[in-house]
């Protein structure tokens, strides 16, 4: 039996497969990238959407955790907000599981 060679084209095929390993390295990034954005805005807009409610005027900014699937790891809320908004925000804020000492107010 000959023994097959493919030469200079085993070269081409390596590169190839290279490529694709790029190309699905990128893909699975900007993916991950995606679904973190999307976590993110829609946990700050449902946090924006019940200070409104109780007369709240805040900034958000919420910090995923590095986890497959991020979930809200951190929250950091400033702007004028009652006590009493503050502590139903921050049962909220337990309830979509962000723990006391990783929510901080300013």
């Known amino acids: 039996m000959a023994d097959l060679s493919l030469g200079p ?11 694709a ?3 699905v390295q990128k893909g699975e990034a900007y993916s991950n990238s995606v679904l973190r954005k999307s ?19 805040i900034q ?5 955790s590095d986890d497959a699937y991020p979930v809200p ?4 809320i400033q ?11 921050k049962h909220i804020l337990e309830e979509l599981g962000v723990a006391e000492e990783n929510q901080i107010w300013t």
């Open 79 to 89: 702007g004028d907000i009652s006590p009493y908004a503050r502590n139903q925000l």
């Open 60 to 64: 958000v900014q919420v910090i995923l």
């Open 9 to 19: 084209f085993q070269h081409v095929t390596s590169d190839f497969r290279h490529q």
């Open 39 to 57: 976590i993110t805005d829609r946990v700050q807009a449902y946090i924006l959407d019940k200070a409104v409610e109780m007369g709240a005027n």
């Open 73 to 76: 790891e951190q929250v950091c």
């Open 21 to 23: 390993q790029q190309a």
